[in-house]
Every structure is written in structure tokens, then in C-alpha cells.
């Protein structure tokens, strides 16, 4: 029991801290408010110091269900900072939108938790608390701002389709239990490895698990919800929403697709392919048409899941370990530079009359210098030239997708990123070489320390993994070691 | 792993490749009045160019192998290292760098007026990139610094360039960039297939790859993959398309550094990568190149006939001089080598020169069309002189660095093909041809207008900034065995790496169908 609770202390750290946010809230006036912001942050810092603090140790607690190991402590660390960083773009946001509530930070927190449980979880019952804990709070933070018309439509579209993608899922992991008569990731994977399992079920489970996963990262032809709630959330939420998630989610499809079905790659790898291919025209042309910044990085990320999709059909052969340490760096690599894009827009919306387009961020190298100088950079970064994060992770990428001999794959994945260059030089192009049609109204109410730190943690992530990125590798390549013993 | 080799006493490659990266910074943070940071600009520039020197000083330039080895480990679990080092093609081409860009600081002192601290930034920037490419032993490195130069002068050309230089800066960028990704996705291909075992951590070694072989296949599509996104650099008929609009659009600094340097890049990753590591691949595909190459020299001659547009001109010219480039690395004999690379060379000398009086001229009359021009011989004098000093050396006058590099290649592409050679031979004297009528046409028949008689002719700043560029190209016209000294073992070193496989021959269509009977 005490190791059980020693395993999960960063959840409990959590759970506590959003707990005392809400209980404290309603107590302090609207600027007494400011300090809940930091508080969650203390609280995210801290609960990634414990987390660290577990990496030599391996638990396996409550029953079998969760698994505290390198694997998950990887992808636990970087969801704090995921969390952290969403917290830091808020505050001003938030608080010049007059909707600087604690609630919102409590929902930033349980949601992080759930994506922990999500990827620690190592039985189906757990795995699936943890998604829709998460998922319940994606769904409120998207409709946060609940007197806009756009934030409320995203919420109830979010919440919709999720429901909907939750329920294939719970389908699809239904279908496994009774295929092998456990919960357990691995006993599951035994059964199905061992054992005569009828192939007529086992395909079903396997196209409704990969059509709940494609939901929830936002593959096509899955994906259509992703624009609209990127669009209509508060900015923030948003950078959280596409990030956050799909972070966990591949944390659970690594997971899934190795241990359970690792057997089953000739089943599942020619579906991901025809997915994935999809999913990078998807995210390549439409963001190409796409004149609302927040749409047009609703499709890059979209491009992106693609790109992800690649290396985890790369697992499915011989290239294991370097397929799968190379999601993890890239989910890295992706946290640091989409936050930072979202978050230049926040800085630019609390500073001017900037409404998210491209004709409103024209000029901006201009009036915003030093926001459109990082902006470049995480542009840059999206696009994947170097000596960005963004490269060393397509780089890593493609060198895991060559590897496992589906070099043709590794082509067309650098087609579309050819594709997406357009895009995102676009954004470059309209803050440096256009004048803008009409001037910004800027305002000074906007400064923000909070934000500033973020932009510069982003700013600075997206550098040091681009030149100095061995540390992360390593941990990443030592992350999914043990996965791979199985 | 660590690897340092005691031969100045500091890396130099490491100063000489960062130091202009640390000077844009202090350019980006630096307050205060301009000539602040273009005088930071200028010192950065001059100690690098001087840094060049001394690195020629202390070249031995008697051995092929690499010299100044710099080698740490990088990213160690995927075979990444840090490892730099020259031979004598590297320390030429670096120099080269060095000057134009030490060069274009004062030509451009005045001509930029907007945002000129960006302007300067980037260009600092840049020269890190290309040098970068010249050291790079590591093919991951080489990537970094070859994308890494990209992004400067993309700004250089979409910020500060012409009416249309949105359009120049993004076609420039996407055809580089689409040549680029091919190369990634090959030399992440061959980094994996040269490991030993499929345990081992891949390798990205230069030195370490140039002992492996490859399977002809995998050489056929590697050396493509590479060979593209290098023509594009080049750039070579029929992937030259970007080039002319870039160059028209870019600001003249940029058309410099473009003409000058980045074209060379291309013709450097040929000889540095292509040749040495797919030798196979090489002496089956030669053949078509050379066609390409001189498809480009007598195409890129014939247009420049017909340019109205003085800059547009000088752009075409440089197809057509870079294919004297390709035509002589792909013949694959030593004089063809050693000629590709004196053309280089002596086409990063001309062509930067023109570049920068044609920038000149445009500050003068404001218009760049030929038909605009006409008796400046009058008002300029000066001017005329060097325009006609640098015409002639770039279409080939003897004594001058163009005839030398441009022989080199005829020869050593007579060697592998008369024709050919007889073809590509149309290419001089269409130079000849483009270069004279356009000579005449700006400079003599009738003044256009006197109002040019009050414009003042170069000052001094310009005849500084254009004289190294002369004496180096009588120098290497009179003289080219400095030169030649230098690219002579390396360039022997690349064709003993090919003698083995050149064991056929015969006339240009048998070797083309032997190909095709290899690649079936």
C-alpha cells in the first residue's frame, strides 16, 4: 500500500493542489486570483521533481493496473511541462478576457492527471478512467469561455465526437477482454500471441481501437473536429488541447500496438499506413487553404499525427526501438515549438486588436519584434529546418521509418513536409515582407511576465533540442527499453 | 572519439565557422547608431577573411588527406559526431567565402535603407551556413549547415529584395528545400545501411563511409537523391528555374553571395559526396550529366543573348558557366576536376564582380533594362573600365581566371568525348557573343541621356570593394598553379577512387547503353 501511494505521489501532489484551488477560489477577489495561476504551476514543477525523483525505481502497483518506469516517467515529465507551460500562457489571457477563473486550472491539472494515468496505465479499466478524466476536462476547457458562441460550439463538438471516439474504444478494448479474459496489457498480449484467438473479433478490436485512437489525436478522416475546437477555445486551452492529448494518446498507442498487438502487425501496420498517408494530405492541403492561424496550426498538428503515425509503424517491424524513442523525442520536439506558436498569438491578442489571422499578423515584424522573431523560429521548427527541434525530430523520424525498410513511406512523409513549408514560410512571409492592410490597435494592458517565461522556455526547448539534443535521446531510447522486453 | 589535430595550435575551423554566427548576434542585440553594427559587421568579416588566410598559411597543401581534424562526439547514440576538417577544394572555397563576404559589407553599406540590422544579421548568419558546408565531415552536420544557409538568405531575398521577391524568396526556398529533403531521406538511408550489424549505431562519418560499399541499386538512388538536390544548387538545366528570378529580386549583396558562393556548394557536393561515395553510380550516370551540362551551357548562353534585363543577363550567364563546372567534374580525369574547380572559383570571383557593378549601376540610373542604357562609357569612365575588365575575364580572354578553368574543363572533357567537347565549346564563343553586344549596348552607342554627366563615377568604397576581386583573377590567369596546387591531390584522390571502375569504354552511346544494360 505505501508503495502503491509512493508511485502515484505526483498525481496525489496534483489531485491536492486543483483541489485546493477550487476550495480557495471563490475566497479572493479577481486579482487575488493571479496567485492560483502560480500555484499550479508550483504544484505541476514539483510533482515533475517527484516523478524524476522515481526514475530508478520500477513499480508496479494497484493490482497490476499501473506502471511507474522509465517509460512513463518520460511521458509524465513532459506532460507537466505541457501543463506548466499551458498555466504560464493563461493568466493574462484569461484576465484580460475577464473569465481569470480558478476553475481553469483545475481543469489544467485534472486533465494532466488523466493523461498520467493514461500513460502509466498498463490494464484497460485504468487506462480508460484516465481517458475520460482527461477527456471531461478537454471538453469543459474548450468551452470555457461560455458567453462566446465559437468556445461553447467547440466544447459541445469536442464533447460530441469524443464521446463518440470513447465509445469505439471502449468497444474495441471490450472486444480484447473478451478475446483473452483479462484487463491486463500483457496478459492480453499473451492470449493473443499464444493462444488460438478467432481472427474474425480480433480484426474488429483491432480497426475500433486504431479508429478511437485516430479520433483522439486527430487523424483523418477522423479529424474534423480538431479545427473547429482549436478555433473556438480560448488560445491557451487550445495549445493545451494540441499538445496535452495527443501526447497521451500516443503514450497508450505505443503501448497498445506493442504489447497487446505487437503480434497482430500484419493486420494493423497496412491500416496505420493507409491512416497516416491520409492523415499528412489532410493536414498538408487544407492547411494550405486556411487563413485563420488557429485553423491553419489545427491542420499542421494534424500533419504532424501523421508524421507520428510513420514512426509507429515503425514499430511494427524490425525498427522497434528506434520507432518508438523516436515518438517519444518528436512528442517533445512538438510540445515546445506548437505551444510556442500558440502562444505567440496569445501575446499578440493581449497586446493589439488581433484577431488570428494571417492579414492581422502582416507587419508584425514590425510592431512585434521580438514575438515575431520566435515566432520565425517555431515556424521554422514546424517546417523541420535546422538546427531547430523540429529537424532532429523528423530527422530521428525518417531515420526510424528508413530503418524499417519503408523508405517509400519516409519519401512521402518528406513530400508533405515540402508541402507544409509553404504554410508555414507563409506565416514569415506576411510578419516580414507584407505591410499590414490596417494597423493593429495596440494596447499596453498586455504585459506579461508569465507569458514571456513561457515564450522563452518554448523559445529555448526548441533550440536545445535542436543542437544539443543527446540527453533526450538517450532518455528516450532508454525509455522504451524495457517496453521492448516484452 | 575525441580527435584534434595539433597543426595551429586553436581550432580554427570551429572560430572560422562560428565567429561570424556570434558576430550577427551582437548585431541583433547591439544599440545603438548604424555604422555600430556595420562597423561590427565589417571587423567580423575582415578577421574571418583574415583567419581564411592564415588557414591557406598553414595548409599543407602536398597531402589529399583531411587536414585540421576536429572530431567530438556529438550524439553519440545515433552516431552523430562533431567532426570538421579540410583538404585543399574546402580551403579554396572557404577563402572564397571569406572575401565576398568581406566584400559585400562596404558594397552594401548604403544600399540597404531599411531594417539594415537584420540585413546585416542575416548575412553574417549565412556565412556561417556556407562555411559550415565547406568544414562538415559528418553528413549530419553537413545537412544542418547546408539548411542552416538557406534560411538567411530566403529572408535576404524575400525582405529586402525587388517588386516581386515574395514570389522569388518562396520558389528559391522550395525548390532548395525539395532537393534538400531528398538528400536527408538518402543519407539517413545509406548512414543505416553502412552500420555493420543491425545493432550498431548508424553512421554518419564521412571518412567511414567512404570505405563502404553499397549495392548498385542503392547507389543509383542515393547518388540521384544526393545529385538533385545538388543540380538544384548549381543549378543545372532543367532545375535552374529558380535562379534567375532569384537573382533578379535579390538585393545585390544577396545576388553576390548567391552567384558567388551558394552555386558552389552545389558543385562542392558533387566532388565531396556523390563522387566518392557511389564511384559506381558515378561512371553510369556521368554520361547523361555531361549531356545536361552542356545542354546548360550552350541553353544558359543562348538566353543570356536575349536578356533585356542587365541582371537577368548575368544570371543566365551563370548557367551557362556552371555547367563548365558540372561537364568538368563529371568527365572524371583529373584536368576535368581541377577544372570544375578553377571554374568555380573564377565564377565566384566574375560573376560576383558583375553582380556588384551591375548593384552599382542600378544605384546610378535607377533601371536595370539594357535598352535604357547606351554611351555610359561617357559619364563613367571608371565604370567602363571595370566592366569591361570583368566582362572579358568571364568570357575567357587568356590571362584572365576564366580562360584557365574553363580550359581545364574543355580539356578535360575532350578526353572523355570529342563531340561533346566540340559542343560545349559553342558555349565560349556565345560568352563572347552575350558579353561584348551587351558591353556595347551599355557603354558605347550614343549617351541616352546627359543628366548622367551629374551622377557622380565609383568612388573609392566601390573601386575597393571590386579591386581584390580583379587582382585575384589576373592573378589566378597569370599564375594559376597557386591555385591549382591546392586542388591538385585532392582532386587526384578522387580520380584514383575512380580508376577502378572506369575499366569500359568507347564512345558516349555505347557507355549510355552499357548503363542501361546495368541498371536492367
Redesign the interface.
Known sequence: MKQDLLAIMPEIMLIATAVVILLVDPLLPVDGRRGLSWLGIAASVTAAIATWQLRDEEYSVFSHSIAVDKYSIFFKILLLVVAALAMLLSEKYLFLKKRLLGDYYALILFATIGMMVMAEAVDLITFFVGLELMALCSYLLAGFFRYQERSVEAGMKYFLTGAFASNFLLFGMAILYGLAGSTNYQEIGDAIRLGPVPSGPLVIAIVLVLAGFAFKVGAAPFHNWAPDVYQGAPTPAAAFLAVGPKIAAFAAILKFFTIMLGSQESTWVPLMIAVAILTMIVGATMALLQKDLKRMLAFSSIGHVGYLLLAVIATGSSGRSIGMSSVLFYLAAYTFMNMGAFGVLVHMTNHSSFGDTLDDIAGAGKSFPWAAGIMSLFMLSLTGVPPTAGFLAKFYLFSAVVDAGYAWLAVVGALFSLVSAFFYLRVIVYMYMRSPEQELEMSEDGKSWDLGLGLGIAATGVIVLGILPAPVVDAAQNAVVKLLGN | MYEFQEQIGFPILTVITFLPALGGLAVLFARGKPNVYKGITLAVTGVNFLLSLVLIQYFDRYTATMQFVEKVP?????GISYHMAVDGISVLLIMLTTLLSLIIVPASWNYIKDRELQFFAAFLFLETGLIGVFCARDL?MF??FW??M??PM??II??WGGPR??YA??KF??FT??GS??M??AI??I??LARSN?FAT?VFDMDLLENATFSYQVQVLAFLAFFIAFAVKVPMWPLHTWLPDAHVEAPTAGSVILAGVMLKVGGYGMLRLCIPLFPDAVVAIAPYILVLSIIAIVYGALVSLVQKDLKKLVAYSSVSHMGFVTAGIFALNIVGIEGGIMVMFSHGLLTGALFLMVGFLYERLHTREISEMGGLAGPFPVMAAFFSFFALASLGLPGLSGFVGEFLSLVGLFTYSKPMAAVASIGIILAAAYLLWMYQRVMFTGLRDQKWYKVPDYSLREIVSLAPLGILAVWAGVYPNTFLQLIQPPAARLTEKMAPYMAESGSVVERIFASLGGLF
Open positions: 556529438w550524439i553519440s547514440s545515433l549530419f545537412y544542418v539548411e542552416v538557406l534560411i530566403y529572408f524575400g525582405v521577391r515574395i524568396a518562396i526556398f522550395l528545400f525539395a529533403l531528398l536527408l531521406i539517413v538511408a548512414a543505416y543491425p548508424p
